[in-house]
């Protein structure tokens, strides 16, 4: 049974500063790792994808991943007041094998103006 | 390129119902993946198909749900007998694969919002 666990939160960050999300998985063989942000009512929009272990940049955006300790991360640096949803990170083996998206049920954020 | 996109975005519907969803993938995606996501929890992967072969089917996927991609374009999404447990958002995803190394993205559509009373 694949899992992937998020704390649900609500995390609540002040503007300007920077919101740290994180998750952890229980499949070794995962090899794709998403960052999804949903708005209420909304469907999950892609924020990020990582593969490699390291560190991703994007704008405001970084994702982290260690495959040897099965943990992936996004930071927001600059938190807006529009950041504010809830954060889903999602996982899937790639390379051929199972490629349903795992998730986890989300970090809710709140950012404070 | 207009996105996912869902119909219809909202159903309503009595216990014991059938009701059909479809899907329009991103017109060069050849993957389309079918999701169910209720209140507080992420979304569960039902199925998925590439063109118009279905190729993996989850657990989650009773025998009153079925799914259909009969062209390789557009999907439908079925249930049958409808139970007030099937009130969910249906989402549909798609995405771009070539190879057996390709690690292929999932956008997402709008959603149709189910509830069955």
């Known amino acids: 049974q694949k899992e992937v666990e998020q704390n649900s939160g609500p995390l609540s960050v002040p503007e300007g500063a920077i919101a740290s999300l994180n998750c952890t998985y229980s499949?070794?063989?995962?090899?794709?790792f998403f960052w999804y942000r949903q708005y209420s009512g909304k469907s999950p929009e892609l924020i990020m994808s990582i593969y490699s272990n390291g560190d991703k940049e994007d704008g405001r955006f970084t994702a982290q991943l260690n495959k040897a300790s099965q943990y992936v991360s996004l930071l927001i640096r600059d938190s807006q007041p529009s950041d504010s949803a809830t954060y889903l990170c999602a996982v899937n083996e790639g390379g051929g094998g199972a490629d349903g998206l795992t998730f986890g049920k989300g970090t809710h954020l709140i950012i404070q103006p | 390129d207009t996105g996912v996109s869902q119909d219809p975005r909202h159903k309503i519907t009595k216990r014991g119902q059938n009701v059909t969803f479809r899907c329009d993938p991103i017109?060069?995606?050849?993957?389309l993946y079918w999701y169910r996501q209720t209140l507080g929890q992420g979304p569960e992967f039902l199925t998925y198909f590439q063109n118009e072969a279905q190729l993996e089917k989850s657990r989650l996927l009773s025998d009153r749900f079925s799914a259909e991609r009969p062209k390789g374009s557009f999907s439908t999404l079925e249930i049958q007998r409808t139970e007030q447990g099937d009130s969910a958002m249906y989402l549909c995803?798609?995405?771009?694969?070539?190879?057996?190394?390709?690690?292929?993205?999932?956008?997402f559509g709008p959603g149709t919002r189910l509830t069955v009373l």
């Open positions: 499949d070794r063989v995962s090899q794709s």
């Open positions: 995803a798609s995405s771009s694969h070539w190879g057996s190394s390709s690690t292929d993205t999932q956008y």
């Open positions: 017109s060069e995606h050849n993957r």
